[in-house]
């Protein structure tokens, strides 16, 4: 820590008269506020916009010339850094989420999405709930080049609404949904690059944007991947189409539909974990066949750490089954 930021907090006696009975707490909440600060590498006008009060009025109230009223003040200080010291507490207990893990089902993911942008084509992956299909897709978008991750949401269905989210992806300022739509073209122009778009939560399209992502295909040789649930695959995944989707349904160049994880999904996530207890990881191949699948049982997992704690911090089928249980979930 700078010089500067040691000077900054140091600890000076108060000008003003402060009540005994509230000096003392405030003496407290001022060393608490410091310490925290300090770990953080906080200024004051930093430390009080995290505790919502204004940087003049911390700044008096820190170095004992406020002349008002230092209840209240005092106890919204002391409130934060207890909040943040149990917040930090918990976050020791429980690690942190998985990032990416290749799964049998993740791998087919990752092929399509290959073979949409080497083509092109376009792809339609339904996976149900907690299969990964969204860490897969930002995993795979992280690793080539010219690749579009676009989530999509009810109020993104219109093709003007789905052009401006593709757009602010693109870092594409323009108000006019003309010049939008033929700058994304000219970023999506399959001219010695392989471009892709890839379309999370794309069942929230309406069938007039889906077709423009289909004019991207067809004019800029832009590889397209659909990423969605069940409805997407009701709509452009199913073997016999209805005649509203034929222009869609006949570029469809590969369809990926897996709606419950298998038994080596789970296996592998739970690898992931460290879960070693035969039992623990039984318990956990049932969750994962549960809705919300390979979620579920990083959920569990993570809460079974924090139980856990207390007792060695060894996750085994007791704390899964406590975790499970806290979760809401049935008798396992």
């Not at 006949?250 to 879960?275: F, H, N």
Request: include cysteine; proline fraction near 3%.
């Amino acid at each position: 820590m700078s010089d500067r930021m040691k000077q900054v907090w140091d600890l000076v006696e108060p000008v003003a008269e402060i009540p005994e009975k509230q000096k003392w707490l405030w003496r407290d909440a001022r060393s608490a506020a410091k310490k925290y600060a300090e770990k953080k590498g906080l200024s004051k006008a930093a430390f009080a916009r995290e505790v919502d009060i204004a940087a003049a009025t911390f700044s008096e109230w820190f170095s004992g010339k406020y002349r008002g009223d230092y209840t209240k003040t005092t106890e919204a200080v002391a409130r934060f850094v207890d909040n943040q010291n149990s917040f930090e507490q918990t976050e020791l207990q429980v690690p942190e989420d998985l990032d990416y893990v290749e799964t049998p089902a993740s791998q087919k993911v990752m092929s399509a999405l290959q073979f949409a942008q080497s083509m092109p084509e376009m792809v339609v992956i339904t996976l149900g709930a907690g299969m990964g299909k969204t860490k897969t897709a930002k995993r795979y978008q992280e690793n080539h080049a010219h690749t579009y991750l676009v989530t999509m949401r009810p109020t993104t269905s219109t093709p003007s609404a789905m052009l401006q989210e593709i757009a602010l992806k693109m870092g594409v300022y323009e108000r006019s949904l003309a010049i939008r739509e033929q700058v994304i073209g000219e970023r999506v122009q399959r001219n010695g690059r392989k471009p892709l778009l890839i379309i999370d939560e794309a069942q929230n399209l309406n069938d007039n944007a889906v077709n423009q992502l289909r004019y991207f295909l067809d004019n800029h040789g832009c590889g397209i991947a659909l990423i969605g649930n069940e409805e997407l695959y009701t709509r452009f995944g199913g073997a016999q189409p209805k005649a509203a989707y034929a222009q869609i349904n006949r570029r469809i160049g590969m369809r990926v539909r897996q709606m419950r994880p298998t038994k080596q999904d789970v296996a592998v996530i739970v690898d992931a974990w460290d879960i070693e207890d035969e039992d623990a990881r039984k318990m956990l191949q049932a969750i994962g066949r549960k809705p919300g699948a390979l979620s579920q049982v990083s959920k569990t997992v993570r809460l079974a750490h924090m139980l856990a704690y207390g007792s060695g911090g060894k996750v085994d089928a007791a704390t899964i089954r406590a975790a499970w249980s806290n979760r809401g979930g049935e008798e396992l």
